[in-house]
């Protein structure tokens, strides 16, 4: 499992080997990242995996684009996760990616935007980087995990006056997605439509 890949020291050389290996080898190694960090990263991003990862993300495989996202989402959920893709500008990166030919790399990279937005570097980088189309687009027309990882997003963008005074011209499509057949998807459009009502 994770816990011995971690105690074994492997992390290091599976990230180096991700720059060398053949595609289906590639995507075993992502899946073995995703699970390992889900537990500690510390390792991996003292190993460079950031960058690394970030190649990935334009490989023209989908299945390694979507694990590379993927394995995002689990860095972005660690707190040193979250400053290590700002300072890594990997956020302009993962918006790029919400307009994949994919719906699974759409929604892991909103999967990945919805933890780092969490902090204020990322909230400002996504404003920057012009996240909140893209984010709307996945809202109106993908439906599941994408719509539902893309509505949290919006909401913390929601949160920044420029974002909030935006979103209230597009309340009507977080309207219709109280009548999703998911219920988390309607509980986050609820959320997300209080959020964008508030007034300061």
Same mark, same amino acid.
């Given at each position: 499992?994770?816990?011995?890949?971690? @105690?074994?020291?492997?992390?290091?050389?599976?990230?180096?080997?991700?720059? =060398? $290996?053949?595609?289906?080898?590639?995507?075993?190694?992502?899946?073995?990242?995703?699970?390992?960090?889900?537990?500690?990263?510390?390792?991996?991003?003292?190993?460079?995996?950031?960058?690394?990862?970030?190649?990935?993300?334009? !490989?023209?495989?989908? /299945?390694?684009?979507?694990?590379?996202?993927?394995? *995002?989402?689990?860095?972005?959920? !660690?707190?040193?996760?979250?400053?290590? =893709?700002?300072?890594?500008? =990997?956020?302009?990166?993962?918006?790029?990616?919400?307009?994949?030919?994919?719906?699974?790399?759409?929604?892991?990279?909103?999967?990945?935007? =919805? *933890?780092?937005?969490?902090?204020?570097?990322?909230?400002?980088?996504?404003?920057? /980087?012009? #996240?909140?189309?893209?984010? &709307?687009?996945?809202?109106?027309?993908?439906?599941?995990?994408? @719509? &539902?990882?893309?509505?949290?997003?919006?909401?913390?963008? #929601? $949160? &920044?006056?420029?974002?909030?005074?935006?979103?209230?011209? !597009?309340?009507?499509? *977080?309207?219709?997605?109280?009548?999703?057949?998911?219920?988390?998807?309607?509980? /986050?459009?609820?959320?997300?439509?209080?959020?964008?009502?508030?007034?300061?």
């Amino acid at each position: 499992g994770a816990g011995s890949v971690l @105690r074994a020291g492997l992390i290091p050389p599976l990230v180096q080997k991700l720059t =060398m $290996e053949l595609d289906e080898i590639q995507e075993l190694i992502l899946d073995t990242l995703s699970n390992c960090l889900h537990v500690e990263i510390s390792e991996a991003l003292a190993a460079g995996a950031v960058t690394v990862l970030k190649e990935k993300l334009s !490989h023209p495989s989908t /299945a390694i684009r979507s694990k590379a996202a993927w394995v *995002f989402l689990e860095i972005s959920s !660690h707190t040193e996760g979250k400053i290590a =893709m700002c300072k890594e500008e =990997m956020i302009p990166v993962l918006v790029s990616l919400l307009e994949d030919t994919q719906p699974e790399v759409q929604a892991n990279s909103a999967g990945a935007l =919805m *933890f780092a937005l969490v902090t204020p570097q990322g909230r400002s980088s996504a404003m920057g /980087a012009e #996240a909140i189309p893209p984010l &709307l687009t996945l809202v109106a027309e993908e439906t599941g995990k994408a @719509r &539902l990882n893309a509505i949290k997003t919006l909401t913390l963008l #929601a $949160e &920044l006056p420029e974002g909030r005074e935006t979103l209230l011209d !597009h309340r009507d499509t *977080f309207q219709r997605c109280l009548d999703d057949p998911s219920e988390a998807v309607q509980r /986050a459009a609820e959320i997300a439509i209080t959020v964008i009502d508030w007034k300061p």
